[in-house]
């Protein structure tokens, strides 16, 4: 099955850093800016980094730029070209375009015009920033919809010795064990009989209302 291909439209501070993640895992990503400089400095590290006015619709057809499974909107500051851009990237065809709104409002219109999913970085960063200094066992968290999240947990003590086919999180929490880390190794899918150690960290799905409690501990 072929990977998905992305493109990221500004790359400032956020486009660069979603690009360059996405890159590091493996896909092929498209940068595009107007700015020169940004894409020069990109152009060794994305797949492609293509300078040009995304605006204009005939620099997007020529990219082909229907051809993605995702682009990313990326760029924040200039309300009114994320807007435009967002409608050409649906007019023209694109599966599903991620948009980045400065606020409500902006993110409001960036709906209207067609965008699949709206983000609000500054807004989801503190959220995510307030949940990890809240919970004393959880290493990292990714929100991936209304009360739905990916989380990396830290062991609890009562985990400890015991496989994950004893623990029954998914029969008794509905959670599901994507990962184990342990210390540079890294178990993908574990099974019923996989023992949990001393120091492991879990990387679970499930609903944050269920896997906070553990987080606590």
Not at 32 to 41: A, S
Not at 46 to 70: C, M, Q, Y
Not at 180 to 187: A, D, I, Q, S, T
Request: proline share 3%; charged share 25%.
């Amino acid at each position: 099955m072929a990977k998905k291909q992305f493109a990221v439209i500004g790359l400032g501070l956020f486009g660069k850093s979603v690009a360059t993640t996405l890159c590091s895992m493996g896909y092929n990503v498209l940068g595009v800016d107007k700015n020169g400089e940004r894409v020069q400095e990109m152009a060794e590290v994305l797949t492609h980094a293509v300078e040009a006015d995304a605006t204009e619709e005939g620099a997007l057809r020529s990219l082909g730029i229907r051809n993605f499974d995702v682009v990313v909107v990326a760029i924040g500051e200039e309300r009114e070209a994320s807007i435009l851009i967002t409608l050409l990237l649906k007019e023209l065809g694109v599966g599903y375009v991620l948009a980045k709104a400065k606020d409500p409002l902006h993110g409001k219109v960036l709906s209207k015009v067609g965008a699949d999913r709206v983000i609000y970085p500054e807004r989801d960063m503190g959220s995510r920033v307030a949940r990890l200094l809240a919970a004393a066992n959880t290493v990292d968290y990714l929100e991936l919809a209304p009360n739905y999240c990916i989380v990396e947990l830290r062991a609890p003590q009562d985990f400890v010795g015991k496989t994950l086919g004893q623990l029954e999180l998914r029969r008794r929490y509905g959670i599901n064990v994507l990962a184990l880390k342990r210390g540079r190794e890294v178990l993908i899918s574990p099974g019923a009989e996989d023992y949990i150690e001393e120091g492991d960290i879990l990387v679970v799905l499930g609903e944050q209302d269920k896997i906070n409690p553990w987080g606590q501990q």
